[in-house]
């Protein structure tokens, strides 16, 4: 029987070290990221600072985050390694978020701090579509969450951070 436990145990162990959990992601400098990306997010924010990047990797699949700041807006840009953008998060303040998302909210977490207001935009065969509004909170038992809520104010997810 210890022997079955163990070998179940060790097949665990190598069955989760192959299969990402989730996307890893680490710091990449800008002069390292691909050109194509960097004319890309050049191009769709002609005068936005680019800031840092990340390369996001999710099995086989890369993708990279570039932050950037166009005036007092702050961005991030995912994009494919070709330089096809497929998510843009743009910060915005509370004052700009839907009224029917801002009460969505308020009716699920009364009394919350807000930390941290997006909004979501994916591109779709280079269509820009409002996919919803990320918000990161704190709720009134001290436990942070980031919530995505569609722009009709329907809690899509939550997940604690």
Do not use: H
């Not at 400098?29 to 004319?39: C, G, N, Q, T």
């Not at 990797?57 to 994009?79: A, H, Q």
């Not at 994916?122 to 722009?151: C, F, N, W």
């Amino acid at each position: 029987m210890k022997k079955l436990l163990s070998l179940c145990a060790g097949m665990l162990v190598m069955v989760t070290a192959v299969s990402p959990m989730n996307a890893d992601e680490e710091k990449v400098a800008l002069e390292k990221v691909p050109k194509v990306v960097i004319d890309t997010v050049k191009k769709r924010f002609p005068k936005a600072e680019l800031v840092e990047a990340a390369k996001e990797t999710d099995g086989t699949k890369i993708e990279y985050e570039i932050s950037l700041k166009d005036g007092e807006t702050k961005y991030d840009v995912m994009l494919t390694p070709e330089g096809k953008i497929t998510l843009i998060e743009k910060v915005i303040s509370a004052k700009d978020l839907p009224k029917v998302v801002a009460a969505a909210l308020e009716e699920k977490y009364p009394k919350a701090t807000y930390k941290v207001y997006e909004e979501m935009t994916k591109v779709i065969d280079g269509k820009e579509v409002l996919a919803y509004y990320e918000v990161l909170l704190e709720t009134t038992d001290k436990k942070t969450l980031e919530v995505e809520v569609s722009p009709e104010g329907k809690i899509l997810a939550e997940e604690k951070k």
